[in-house]
C-alpha cells in the first residue's frame, strides 16, 4: 500500500495545471532509472515557455513535481524540483537543466549546491498498445472520492468503457460512456464529444487518465487517475495537493 501511495502519479497533472497549457508527456532515463514525466508547457510572449509538471521515478515509485522554463531559441531547459506542487519561496530537492528541442529533453539532474548528480534523457516515443488485450472492471476510493472503471480492449481495439465518479459529501457525479477509438501513437485514446480518456504502456502498470469531461461531470466532480495493474486490480493515483 506504501508502494502505491507513492505514485501520486502522473496523470495527477491535470489537478496541478495552474495555468492553462500544453500537456507533453514523455518517458526515458534519469541516472539510469526508468522515469515518466508530465510537463504542461505555457507559451510566453517573448517566445519562451512556462514549464510545470512532475516526473515519477517507475523503479521505486519516487515522484518529484517541477517548476521552470525553457528558452526560445535554444530550447535551454531549467527545472526546479521539489517535494511539493507548490515550488515558489521554497528550497528545492535539485534542479534539472538541459536542452528540450523536438521530442527530446536531455541534460543533468544537479543537487542544490551545484553538485552534478545524474545525467537524464526523455523522449515523448511510448510503448505501442496495439496488442493490448484486458478486461478491467474495478471500484477505488479515497477520503470524498470513490470511482467505478470498466473496459474491455481486445488487440488494442475497444470494445467497452464507462467510467463514473462521485465526490462526497455535495453528491456531485460525473458519467461517461460511448466512447470512440482515435488514432492515437504510443497509446491509446478513447473519446465522447470532447471527453478524452488515454492508456498509456508504463510497464507493469498501465495508466488511465481523462481530460476535457466537464459535460460529464457535475460542477465538482472529476475523474482521478488510475494506474491498472496487469492482473486487474485499480489504484488511484491521487496528487499531493488538490
Same mark, same amino acid.
Request: a positive charge; glycine letters at 12%.
Given at each position: 500500500?506504501?508502494?502505491?501511495? =507513492?505514485?501520486?502519479?502522473?496523470?495527477?497533472?491535470?489537478?496541478?495545471?495552474?495555468?492553462?497549457?500544453?500537456?507533453?508527456?514523455?518517458?526515458?532515463?534519469?541516472?539510469?532509472?526508468?522515469?515518466?514525466?508530465?510537463?504542461?508547457?505555457?507559451?510566453?510572449?517573448?517566445?519562451? =515557455?512556462?514549464?510545470?509538471?512532475?516526473?515519477?521515478?517507475?523503479?521505486?515509485?519516487?515522484?518529484?513535481?517541477?517548476?521552470?522554463?525553457?528558452?526560445?531559441?535554444?530550447?535551454?531547459?531549467?527545472?526546479?524540483?521539489?517535494?511539493?506542487?507548490?515550488?515558489?519561496?521554497?528550497?528545492?530537492?535539485?534542479?534539472?537543466?538541459?536542452?528540450?528541442?523536438?521530442?527530446?529533453?536531455?541534460?543533468?539532474?544537479?543537487?542544490?549546491?551545484?553538485?552534478?548528480?545524474?545525467?537524464?534523457?526523455?523522449?515523448?516515443?511510448? =510503448?505501442?498498445?496495439?496488442?493490448?488485450?484486458?478486461?478491467?472492471?474495478?471500484?477505488?476510493?479515497?477520503?470524498?472520492?470513490?470511482?467505478?472503471?470498466?473496459?474491455?480492449?481486445?488487440?488494442?481495439?475497444?470494445?467497452?468503457?464507462?467510467?463514473?465518479?462521485?465526490?462526497?459529501? =455535495?453528491?456531485?457525479?460525473?458519467?461517461?460512456?460511448?466512447?470512440?477509438?482515435?488514432?492515437?501513437?504510443?497509446?491509446?485514446?478513447?473519446?465522447?464529444?470532447?471527453?478524452?480518456?488515454?492508456?498509456?504502456?508504463?510497464?507493469?502498470?498501465?495508466?488511465?487518465?481523462?481530460?476535457?469531461?466537464?459535460?460529464?461531470?457535475?460542477?465538482?466532480?472529476?475523474?482521478?487517475?488510475?494506474?491498472?495493474?496487469?492482473?486487474?486490480?485499480?489504484?488511484?493515483?491521487?496528487?499531493?495537493?488538490?
Amino acid at each position: 500500500m506504501k508502494r502505491i501511495a =507513492a505514485l501520486l502519479a502522473l496523470a495527477a497533472a491535470p489537478a496541478l495545471a495552474q495555468e492553462a497549457g500544453e500537456l507533453r508527456e514523455l518517458i526515458g532515463q534519469i541516472g539510469g532509472r526508468t522515469a515518466v514525466m508530465s510537463l504542461y508547457v505555457t507559451p510566453r510572449a517573448d517566445g519562451s =515557455a512556462r514549464l510545470t509538471g512532475e516526473y515519477l521515478i517507475l523503479p521505486t515509485l519516487q515522484q518529484r513535481f517541477l517548476d521552470g522554463e525553457r528558452s526560445r531559441e535554444l530550447g535551454v531547459t531549467f527545472l526546479k524540483e521539489g517535494n511539493s506542487p507548490i515550488l515558489y519561496g521554497r528550497p528545492g530537492t535539485a534542479s534539472l537543466q538541459g536542452t528540450w528541442n523536438g521530442p527530446l529533453l536531455k541534460g543533468t539532474r544537479y543537487a542544490p549546491g551545484g553538485q552534478e548528480r545524474e545525467r537524464f534523457e526523455f523522449g515523448e516515443e511510448f =510503448a505501442s498498445m496495439a496488442g493490448y488485450s484486458a478486461q478491467v472492471r474495478c471500484e477505488s476510493a479515497a477520503d470524498r472520492y470513490s470511482a467505478t472503471l470498466a473496459y474491455v480492449v481486445d488487440q488494442g481495439k475497444l470494445k467497452s468503457l464507462e467510467w463514473r465518479s462521485r465526490v462526497a459529501p =455535495a453528491g456531485h457525479t460525473c458519467a461517461a460512456s460511448g466512447f470512440a477509438q482515435q488514432a492515437f501513437g504510443g497509446g491509446l485514446r478513447f473519446a465522447a464529444g470532447r471527453c478524452k480518456v488515454t492508456l498509456r504502456d508504463l510497464g507493469d502498470y498501465v495508466r488511465v487518465t481523462a481530460e476535457d469531461c466537464a459535460e460529464q461531470c457535475g460542477s465538482q466532480a472529476y475523474f482521478e487517475p488510475v494506474l491498472v495493474e496487469r492482473g486487474g486490480a485499480c489504484h488511484l493515483l491521487r496528487p499531493q495537493a488538490r
